[in-house]
């Protein structure tokens, strides 16, 4: 994984990984019997000071990067790690399967969280690690298809009184032409329609990016959690930029302007939870991201699954009808 | 020597006599060039009397168009957007709202009433296009939401006339979250099996297509509306090539299975009116 690290560097981690690479180095004449203990222990220190300097602050923007970042775990990542045998289901019933969107039951490892095993329909948009992965994957961004899948499967997990979990990660629905021919528009609103309504509890976790409607898609629930390091909007920073500012040099102004990220969310009520991610991302240390994410779910779960389905319905639609800020009369 | 001739040279109007004719009595039409009279349109629904183009048409004057007598009751007018994101592009979100409200008089892209539509009442709520492109923020979020639960509370049936680029960026995911309020709050209409006719106008994109605009029990479009998910722009980047000739329009939609129907303008009153006899008489 160190190496990897190496090759996906961030600029804003380069003096990092560059003190971390002397470290190492000086760790290895040590054990070659240079005794370097003193020496070891101010650069251990150094490192440790800016590593939380560095991500201790990050603007808007780096948390962009960091979600975007090519070793960041996705949905079957999550999907190894927080539950057992997972049976993928596939296909729409009406034209074809999209794998930007996967989706299947699964038995969530609640009791390794304080709370119990039980089944669950997991549905997640779902990247690829190399170049015909992502091809293959459409770098995660659905067709009309997937948005039919995951609405066919979360209505079957209702008819099973399942809990679903989505996981978001997302550039944005795929902006092609047959993707427009077969209704990606009302594919993503019957499905803000269906779950409106589903009466099973719906746990949304935000895992990288989610942007726009392809991210809203799958997400509509009763809990929003959101990785510290994920962004969730309604366009990415690069296409705000180009419309706004008719250029792509300002996506780290659009970043900032869009107020994107965990921090920022909480404050407007669009998420509940911020799931904490490790020092440096959640692809630095994926168990303590699956742990978080996992405990965080659990506790969700366990919440929502006391309630009867009328109040869950009940209860989702005031949390969404309070979303959005207004002043009424002629204040 | 001609029998006329002219004592003072050049143009005798002054420039600020030529700057003061009154705006708009003429209009080109943008598809065939005919030089339309404002008056004429006036009383042809603003659809060109020669290639039947229709103009962009405000939320105003669909109420006047479709309610009985153009007798309706407007609500939540005094619905008034903030700026939550302090949001600022080349110019603030604060600025744009001000200008927008100066030149339109209205507070925000989305008008809602009550009133009769060929005896039925209704309630109705309408986009504007001319107020930030009638795009989706927290207040249109609101109205619409309003109109869906005030058909609900009356047992109305619900319109929506659609005008829209889609959600607003400048109030971030406080717009998107709009697109789940508005189609959550149809569900009751479907629970109360009350009629939710959908129109939409050109342009309806982006997120208002994906969410309320798409969910009508029955969606009606105007001829030549652009309609669609992605932008034109977004999706001839993406593929590399040239999007075929109609791709997105209401033409292409009801091909693809989208919209129920594509009524002219002109007949749009009577359309409506012939449905919820349908509906709701026996």
Not at chain 1, 119 to 146: A, C, I, S, W
Not at chain 1, 234 to 240: D, K, L, N, Q, T
Request: charged share 25%.
């Amino acid at each position: 994984m160190a190496k990897n690290q190496a090759a996906y560097l961030l600029d804003f981690e380069k003096p990092l990984v560059e003190l971390e690479m002397k470290l190492n180095e000086m760790r290895a004449l040590d054990t070659n019997g240079v005794d370097l203990t003193q020496e070891i222990a101010e650069l251990d220190k150094r490192v440790d000071e800016l590593r939380s300097s560095i991500y201790q602050n990050l603007t808007r923007w780096q948390r962009v990067q960091l979600a975007r970042h090519p070793l960041r775990p996705y949905t079957l990542n999550y999907v190894e790690a927080l539950t057992t045998g997972f049976v993928e289901l596939r296909g729409d019933r009406y034209y074809a399967d999209d794998p930007a969107i996967v989706s299947g039951f699964a038995t969530f490892r609640g009791s390794n969280y304080d709370y119990i095993d039980r089944t669950v329909l997991v549905v997640g948009h779902q990247k690829g690690r190399d170049t015909r992965q992502r091809k293959y994957r459409r770098f995660g961004m659905p067709n009309p298809e997937g948005y039919r899948k995951a609405g066919r499967l979360m209505r079957i997990a209702a008819k099973f009184g399942k809990p679903i979990l989505c996981l978001l990660d997302t550039p944005g629905a795929y902006p092609g032409m047959e993707a427009e021919e077969r209704g990606q528009a009302e594919a993503i609103a019957r499905n803000l329609f269906d779950m409106a309504c589903l009466p099973v509890p719906i746990i949304v976790v935000i895992i990288g990016e989610g942007a726009s409607g392809g991210a809203l898609g799958i997400g509509v629930g009763d809990r929003m959690l959101m990785l510290e390091n994920a962004w969730y909007s309604v366009i990415a920073p690069e296409s705000c930029s180009s419309i706004l500012w008719r250029s792509w040099d300002y996506r780290e102004e659009a970043a900032r302007a869009l107020r994107l990220t965990a921090k920022d969310l909480k404050k407007f009520g669009v998420i509940d939870t911020i799931v904490p991610e490790p020092l440096g991302g959640a692809h630095r240390d994926p168990d303590a991201a699956f742990n978080a994410v996992g405990r965080a779910a659990a506790a969700a779960m366990q919440e929502l699954c006391t309630l009867s389905p009328e109040t869950l319905i009940a209860v989702r639609h005031e949390r969404l009808d309070q979303i959005g800020k207004f002043s009424e009369g002629n204040a | 020597m001609a029998w006329f001739q002219r004592k003072k040279k050049g143009i005798l109007t002054t420039r600020n006599d030529q700057n003061n004719i009154p705006e708009g009595h003429w209009v080109k039409c943008p598809k065939c060039a005919l030089i339309n009279n404002h008056r004429e349109l006036d009383g042809n629904a603003w659809v060109c009397v020669k290639c039947d183009y229709h103009y962009r048409f405000g939320a105003g004057r669909y109420f006047d168009l479709l309610f009985d007598n153009a007798t309706y009751t407007l609500h939540d007018a005094d619905l008034v957007p903030q700026d939550p994101l302090s949001f600022t592009d080349r110019k603030a979100y604060a600025d744009r709202l001000r200008t927008a409200a100066q030149e339109t008089g209205m507070n925000d892209a989305v008008r809602a009433a009550t009133g009769n539509v060929g005896g039925h009442p209704v309630s109705m709520a309408a986009m504007d296009f001319s107020f930030i492109g009638g795009s989706m923020g927290s207040v249109v979020g609101e109205i619409v939401t309003r109109a869906i639960k005030r058909a609900a509370a009356q047992q109305m049936p619900l319109i929506v006339i659609s005008q829209s680029g889609g959600a607003r960026m400048m109030e971030g995911a406080l717009s998107l979250m709009q697109m789940a309020k508005t189609s959550a709050n149809l569900t009751r209409l479907d629970q109360m099996r009350l009629p939710y006719i959908s129109v939409l106008t050109n342009p309806t994109t982006g997120g208002v297509t994906a969410s309320f605009a798409m969910l009508g029990d029955i969606n009606i479009a105007e001829p030549g509306a652009l309609i669609g998910f992605a932008g034109p722009r977004v999706i001839r980047e993406t593929i590399g090539q040239d999007l075929p000739p109609g791709f997105q329009s209401a033409e292409f939609l009801q091909d693809h299975g989208f919209v129920d129907m594509i009524v002219d303008r002109r007949q749009l009153r009577s359309r409506i009116v012939h449905l919820l006899d349908l509906i709701l008489e026996p």
